[in-house]
């Protein structure tokens, strides 16, 4: 990860009151080469990448009432500096916490960088934690406070270059719990309008299951049981008419790695919330297709019907296309 630019402003409101919010700016922005500074950032963007608890969206159309993306796209157009983006930003997101009672506050990270040669922002809100350390003359143990990223209140990250292409879900955001939403005032800030096409979503799913089993080389009957262990977990969620937890079915794929999925995941940039209801159309591809009887057994991937293996239900027939090699040899031999 290299990191192009970073800031951290406070802003704070008391709970239950709305008008008085304030803004303490950083006057600089952070020495990216500082250790204490690449630790900190180095661990946000890795919290972020690592919950499983996101959810995925575009910006509203209308820059006025959602004027974030405007910002954003001066700073990368190069109409103002990485400072004077983040001190705009922090104005809307005053204006939109004086509309949320509950909200107050904290201090937010804005961090550019780049990660597989992408450019990345990634905007989180962050609380303080009390903690303890040692004074290396007297060796005494005093107090001090953390920044908290391992409980993230409020985040977000735009995948710069998505954005650009009009490729959609360029937006991921962090939610608090599964099938929550983020605080709506965090989520007007940044002018979210989030995906929910359950079908799309369920491909998503698909094709991360496939990619996933795909680069760890698995042999084919190892990547068919984490395909059925994953179509028989939506067909359970779909009977119970609940939503899936990705969290739950990481684990169901890779009990002793359960995040390995996930990382799988968001290393390729893929789609996938937390939670949805999966729809069976896109997921039952996941299940093969077989029988036998004393004499035959067929099995093979359900997405090859219709195209190598074309199926006459009047006359109870299999038309088999394209021969696996191996099997066209052994019947040319005889």
């Known amino acids: 990860m290299d990191i192009v630019s970073s800031i951290l402003h406070k802003i704070h409101k008391d709970s239950k009151q709305t008008k008085v919010v304030t803004i303490t700016p950083r006057k600089s922005l952070f020495d990216t080469k500082d250790t204490a500074v690449i630790d900190?950032?180095?661990?946000?963007v890795s919290a972020f990448r690592k919950t499983s608890s996101k959810g995925y969206a575009v910006f509203q159309k209308s820059v006025i009432a959602y004027p974030f993306s405007d910002q954003l796209d001066k700073y990368l157009t190069n109409s103002c500096d990485f400072m004077a983006f983040s001190v705009s930003a922090m104005d809307i997101?005053?204006?939109q916490m004086t509309k949320e009672a509950l909200a107050t506050g904290g201090y937010i990270l804005f961090c550019h960088y780049k990660l597989n040669q992408s450019d990345f922002l990634l905007i989180m809100q962050l609380k303080i934690k009390p903690g303890t350390?040692?004074?290396?003359?007297?060796?005494d143990v005093m107090e001090n406070i953390n920044l908290d990223i391992d409980h993230l209140h409020e985040a977000a990250r735009i995948n710069v270059a998505n954005w650009r292409a009009a490729d959609g879900k360029y937006i991921s955001f962090v939610k608090k719990a599964s099938n929550s939403q983020p605080t709506k005032y965090f989520r007007d800030f940044i002018g979210c309008d989030e995906f929910e096409d359950a079908k799309a979503q369920t491909n998503e799913l698909v094709l991360a299951v496939e990619g996933y089993c795909d680069n760890l080389k698995l042999t084919l009957e190892q990547a068919n049981e984490i395909k059925e262990k994953v179509f028989f977990y939506c067909e359970e969620k779909k009977k119970e008419g609940q939503p899936i937890s990705l969290a739950a079915l990481a684990t169901r794929i890779n009990e002793k790695d359960p995040t390995a999925f996930i990382k799988y995941i968001d290393d390729n940039l893929l789609a996938v919330p937390d939670s949805f209801d999966p729809i069976k159309d896109a997921y039952k591809h996941l299940k093969r297709v077989g029988g036998k009887d004393k004499d035959l057994t067929i099995n093979f991937n359900r997405s090859l019907l219709g195209k190598r293996?074309?199926?006459?239900k009047v006359k109870g027939e299999l038309l088999i296309k394209q021969l696996p090699q191996e099997l066209k040899d052994e019947l040319d031999s005889n």
């Open 133 to 139: 350390g040692i004074d290396e003359i007297t060796l």
């Open 93 to 95: 997101l005053k204006a």
């Open 309 to 312: 293996v074309v199926y006459d």
């Open 40 to 44: 900190l950032l180095g661990g946000a």
